[in-house]
């Protein structure tokens, strides 16, 4: 029973400890979830030991460099001219995300000659904000030998120095590192170049992709204080040339038989591009024509369409050709590079497509301008009518107005400087309303005027007859203005007749003397 009891306790020690292990594991392994690294690269450059030193953070936050111990020689600088000392910050890590995820490392390079001649090495301590832990490295690097022993004899040889380099695209931009081989002798300062072009049409069309111009370039000098260089450029998010060369000279345009990078090119299997070890330097591609034609559509108020095009943005550097579509009608307008030109589409032509290559497929359309003159309205009315005329200044399209009184509404087409009228019978309505078709503006509302129509005298349109009518009642007297004017007449003749009753007397008493 003792032995049993044992070997319970036993077997219970056991399984403890292997939970207590298991724990310090499990609480130990996040540890890893910060560390920084370091790498280094010898070269021999003008007789010196030359030394570059690739310090990488793998966490999103920067560390600070502490507990450094550097090899004799000169400061390590980086490629910002800071030099690494206690305190340095290293540059966080990135993280992409998208198809597939990944950690782009936060990186500085470090370019130190030294003293040494055998080998030489660099520890650190780095930390981060927040966390409590520490991440620690160190890096020997073995030296080139006898670099320095024969400087005066014979004559080093440039086109033996050896290099190695990186070349893609990343974050959409394109990016080179070029460091000198760790076993090479640099004869020289080599500038290297990485450029970017914009082209008329992709690569793999057929028929001329000349001239190129240069979209973005950067320069940089491997020297003996600088043994790796990084280079990045943008590219145009069209047809496109990225090219990776030893040299400082930027082409530009590059012409159809003009001069070319031929095997300065890094990656070239001859020449000095062969000097550099990695993949082929250089690129070619893009789906669309680097070109930036531009279409400003103007209305005229006569109803013409007139479409400005324009050659002259960012990339307007090859003549463009559009293509004008309307009714049955196609016609093409070139434009000359970094120019401007118009096509006026005609009244009544109706929609427009415009297209050129860099330029999707637009459809115009004419619509009034808000300055155009418009129609005049005046609303004449009687005791019978209701008539709203319209009046159409010149130089304006046809207007097509609708005009509704009471519960009708008629439609009336008034060409440029014409006059159309639209009649309905009168009713107890007192307005008349007219809106347009294409004219932006609220319907106009107008005022029928209030006309007396319960005498007769009132109706402008009426007419008075003067034929006697038959009738069964008894006749009444003729007044009023007939009375009057045969009243007059009688005195007329009375007084006719006094007058001859004296001239008559005169004679006969004259006549008696």
Known sequence: MKLKSSLRRTATLLAGAVVGLTGVVAI??????????????????????????????????????????????????????????????????????????????????????????????????????????????????????????????????????????????????????????????LCREEPVTLVSYFTPQPNDLKGDNWPQYEYQSQTKTISDKQGSVDLEVEAPDCNTQVDLFFGDKVITPMEKNGARYGTTKLGESSGLGARSKGPRAWYNGGTKACTTPAVAPVSSCVGDLTLNLSNNGKFGKYDVTFTVKYGNETKTVTVAAGKADTLTVPAGAGDVKVSAPGLEEKTYSWSRPENCALPAVTVENDCTNVTVVIDNPK???????????????????????????????????????????????????????????????????????????????????????????????????????????????????????
């Open 395 to 513: 130089d304006v399209t046809t207007a097509t107005a609708k005009v509704t009184y009471g519960d009708e509404t008629k439609t009336v087409t008034v060409k440029a400087g014409a006059e159309e009228k639209a009649t309905f019978k009168l009713t107890e309505a007192k307005f008349a309303t007219v809106s347009y078709d294409g004219i932006k503006m609220e319907p106009l509302k107008l005022a029928v005027k209030e006309i007396d129509c319960s005498t007769p005298s009132a109706t402008p349109s009426a007419s008075v007859s003067t034929t006697p009518v038959a009738s069964d009642e008894p006749s009444l007297p003729v007044t009023g203005a007939a009375a009057g004017s045969i009243a007059g007449i009688a005195i007329l003749l009375l007084g006719g007749g006094v007058a001859m009753f004296f001239i008559a007397r005169r004679r006969k008493t004259k006549f008696t003397a």
């Open 28 to 185: 130990a392994a996040p540890a890893s979830a910060h560390s920084a690294a370091i790498k280094g690269v010898a070269a021999c450059a003008s007789g010196k030991n030359v030394v570059t030193w690739t310090i990488t953070n793998d966490w999103e936050t920067d560390a600070t460099l502490d507990d450094l111990v550097i090899p004799a020689g000169t400061t390590p600088v980086d490629t910002n001219g800071h030099e690494l000392t206690k305190g340095y910050l290293l540059p966080k890590a990135q993280k992409q995300y998208g198809k597939w995820s990944q950690t782009i490392l936060g990186k500085a390079v470090f370019t130190q000659t030294v003293d040494a001649k055998d080998s030489a090495t660099l520890s650190f301590t780095a930390k981060w904000p927040g966390w409590k832990g520490s991440s620690s490295d160190s890096e020997t690097v073995e030296l080139v030998k006898g670099c320095g022993e024969d400087n005066t004899g014979g004559e080093c040889d440039f086109n033996k120095t050896a290099f190695t380099h990186t070349f893609a695209l990343v974050d959409g931009k394109w990016k080179a590192t070029v460091t000198l081989d760790s076993k090479s002798r």
